[in-house]
């Protein structure tokens, strides 16, 4: 039932068994095979969700009187548990019940987890397609159109530029004081760290609405600034700070404590331990909590709506005036009865996944790797030194 | 001079006036750079304490002429007029928490169950990608998920609210609606609460599963050896070493369900007494009472507004700040020791 074991050792004859003098005995001996997929196994799967099906059919259809897809497949997949279970006690015995209809259960909620961020990606894609067929969605912006206008005018130009700029004004500011806050955690510590710990957790799933009330509070009601994309910056700072420290946090801890004795052995001081050992070796790490970040940040749309505006103008101006970005135009195109400011809403929603899931791919290829794991080059460089050092060494003993 | 003389017996290399068994006094000299340094890094730890600290502070300085206007009760008055002295978030904090718990009643399960897939049953290879794609559902911008909830969801989930009032109404009020047309499915709690959980799974999921995976394998061996079933394991091993971890996971989720604010606003039509009827249309929260009325900017709705706010901070933050506790504990100082 375990699959720590690889199936292969199961299979692979070992050379000093083949080599022993075989006693009658152990030639009828029969291995194990270890696999979590047999064929009876599937066999029995397949009928089982076979014959729920068709059970339900009737029942559904037929004799209850009930309707909708929905109902339907969640009323199936409850038959299809039980026929399972009675499958189960026929082929494997009572014991075994329990276990394989919790196994079922788990593989088809896996299943259920994966469909779902499927139908999400796949039902913006299939909405939001429509508008980005006009390249004007990109180049234009809502200035020169107006809502009944068709999606061959006008465009969320302004929408990308102002998200880009808060996202920027944001990771500016977070990630110097989140990674400061990380390595004051993880390296300092000290009384003060638990408490900052729990601190940052705690924060860390504050409400989105909060960070905008707040700014609005201190920046726009108390300090007199306008709302504006620098506010808006301001407010998806306060949401970013406490995740990327704590996302820091966990990467710098994995840096081994030995890499770190290493450098105090050396000598160095706790600064520079800091900076050429541990900061360098957690480098995809951390990179791969800022971009999250980032990700996080750019999609946010609660803190920006009440520090920034809707507007169709183009706003590069971080200072003045309201500058709209993608959740904020989404926010506001979808309120709108006409079916192209909807499509138009979509349109944006498909660009912002996109820019999600663009981030999402860099920070898990640059920081798929355990820290102090090395890239391809860079194992390469290692052994080209290797090589040299003891070409040297050679001439050096001939010499 | 040890690898020259590697017979010699340790005690004669000690000299003989020292007492062998007092230990030596190390001391680390701490040089000005690092002094600097270290108070840098203090400063960055202080800073989140200070962001805090600020948001408490304005939310508190700017909506006191709002409480002292309705005193107490803010926290129990059902209408919302501000300018007069009858405001207050009663109904409003309870049906946002009507909402959460639906939330929670739908992602609970779904998000431990996952958990568990990922760190016992998948197969090692995909056990990477699942959690990358948890970490995707949690990246997902919340708009994207408000927006396949009206526009997707909302149509198609009347057939299903409609079946569960006709017959399971009768047994259980909250679940009866009350005027059986289309439009009164529509703008639900349970609706609300439906999209809301597809936030809340993600959170679920990634912090049982962490803790999960922290079971010491010794044990788990230990099960199997027993004569134990992987689901046997798991119910005797796995799940009461993580039980502290699913608490305070559970108690985060309910801490993003009460702070999620556009899915909640774009779906749900704002009502002032308490829908217990979940599947009717009507409900509100206090987030998306902030969303819904900034505009109306006159200085004593907004003030009204910061206090609404300041009750959903503290509320949050005192939820939150108490699951980290409870999940910092459950991992035995594994990971924490400072």
């Known amino acids: 039932m375990t699959d720590v074991l690889p199936a292969e050792l199961g299979e692979a004859p070992s ?42 059919w009737v029942a559904y ?36 019940v329990v276990d394989r ?13 994966v469909g ?40 969320v130009l302004q929408a990308i530029v102002g998200s880009l700029m808060q996202m920027g004004i944001a990771t500016a500011i977070a990630v110097p004081l989140g990674i400061l806050a990380a390595l004051f955690l993880a390296e300092v510590g000290g009384r003060m760290a638990r408490p900052v710990r729990s601190l940052v957790e705690a924060m860390t799933s504050l409400p989105e609405i909060i960070a905008g009330l707040f700014i609005y509070a201190l920046f726009v009601l108390s ?11 301001l407010a998806l700072t306060v949401m970013m700070i406490p995740f990327v420290a704590r996302s820091s946090e966990v990467m710098l801890r994995l840096v081994p404590q030995a890499l770190r004795e290493a450098s105090y052995a050396l000598g160095a001081s706790q600064w520079r331990t800091v900076w050429t050992v541990v900061l360098p070796t957690a480098r995809s790490g951390l990179t791969t909590a800022v971009v999250l970040g980032m990700a996080r940040a750019i999609g946010e749309t609660a803190p920006v709506l009440l520090t920034s505006g809707v507007s169709p103008f183009m706003n590069t101006d971080p200072l003045h005036h309201w500058q709209t970005s993608l959740p904020l135009f989404i926010y506001d195109a979808v309120h709108y009865p006409q079916q192209s400011m909807i499509d138009r809403g979509f349109g944006a929603a498909l660009v912002l996944i996109i820019v999600v899931l663009v981030l999402f791919t860099i920070a898990r290829t640059v920081g798929g790797k355990a820290p102090g794991e090395l890239t391809r080059r860079q194992r390469r460089r290692i052994a080209r030194d290797l090589y040299a050092t003891s070409l040297e060494r050679a001439s050096d003993a001939s010499a | 001079m040890a690898d020259s003389t590697p017979t010699q017996p340790l005690t004669a290399v000690l000299p003989a006036v020292a007492d062998p068994d007092t230990p030596r006094i190390i001391v680390a000299p701490v040089t000005a750079a690092d002094r600097v340094f270290r108070g840098l890094l203090r400063g960055g730890g202080i800073a989140v304490f200070v962001i805090t600290g600020l948001i408490a502070l304005f939310l508190v300085t700017r909506s006191w002429s709002s409480f002292r206007l309705a005193g107490w009760h803010f926290l129990t008055t059902f209408e919302w007029l501000p300018g007069t002295r009858h405001f207050g978030i009663g109904s409003i ?6 909402i959460a718990v639906i939330a929670l009643l739908i ?26 794609l948890v970490d995707l559902m949690a990246a997902i911008p919340s708009i994207v998920y408000a927006l396949w909830g009206v526009f997707f969801l909302q149509s198609r989930i009347i057939g299903l609210g409609r079946w569960i009032s006709d017959h399971l109404g009768a047994v259980r009020v909250p679940l009866k609606v009350d005027n059986d047309v289309q439009s009164s499915f529509t703008s639900s709690p349970f609706l609300a609460g439906l999209v809301v959980s597809l936030m809340v799974i993600p959170i679920v999921t990634s912090i049982s599963r962490e803790v999960f995976s922290q079971t010491p394998q010794g044990e788990r061996e230990a099960a199997y050896a027993l004569g134990s079933s992987r689901w046997g394991m798991i119910r005797t091993v796995v799940l009461p070493y993580g039980r502290g971890g699913m608490i305070g996971a559970i108690m985060l989720g309910f801490g993003r369900a009460m702070g999620e604010t556009i899915a909640v606003s774009l779906i749900i039509s704002p ?68």
């Open chain 2, 107 to 132: 992602a609970v399960p779904i998000a431990l169950v996952t958990a568990l897939f990922i760190a016992e049953y998948a197969p090692v290879p995909l056990r990477r990608a699942l959690i990358a």
């Open chain 1, 223 to 233: 300090l007199g600034f306008e709302r504006s994309g620098l506010a808006a910056g």
């Open chain 1, 101 to 113: 209809v919790v196994a079922a259960v788990m593989y088809s909620t896996g299943l259920l987890i």
């Open chain 1, 15 to 56: 050379p000093a068994a083949a080599a022993a003098p075989q006693r009658p005995a152990a030639a009828a001996e029969q291995r194990i095979r270890l696999r979590t997929f047999t064929a009876d196994g599937l066999l029995a799967l397949l009928g089982s969700a076979a014959a729920a099906i068709g059970f339900c």
């Open chain 2, 271 to 338: 009502v002032l007494y308490i829908n217990t009827h979940v599947l009717q249309h009507g409900g509100y929260s206090i987030a998306s009472l902030i969303a819904l009325r900034y505009q109306d900017s006159t200085p004593q709705v907004i003030s009204a507004l910061m206090a609404a706010g300041l009750v959903l901070f503290v509320v949050t933050l005192a939820v939150n700040a108490a699951a980290g506790v409870i999940v910092t504990r459950s991992r035995s100082g594994l990971q924490t020791a400072d």
């Open chain 1, 61 to 96: 259809e037929r004799i209850l009187p009930l309707t909708g897809a929905l109902g339907f497949w969640l009323l199936g997949y409850l038959f299809f548990l039980g026929v399972y279970g009675v499958v189960t006690a026929i082929v494997w015995g009572r014991r075994a």
């Open chain 1, 116 to 155: 779902i961020i499927l139908d999400q990606i796949g039902y913006t894609i299939y909405r939001g397609e429509p508008a980005l067929r006009h390249l004007n969605f990109f180049t234009q912006t809502m200035a020169q159109a107006g809502a009944r206008d068709p999606l061959t005018v006008g465009g």
């Open chain 2, 93 to 98: 904090l309870v049906n946002g928490i009507i």
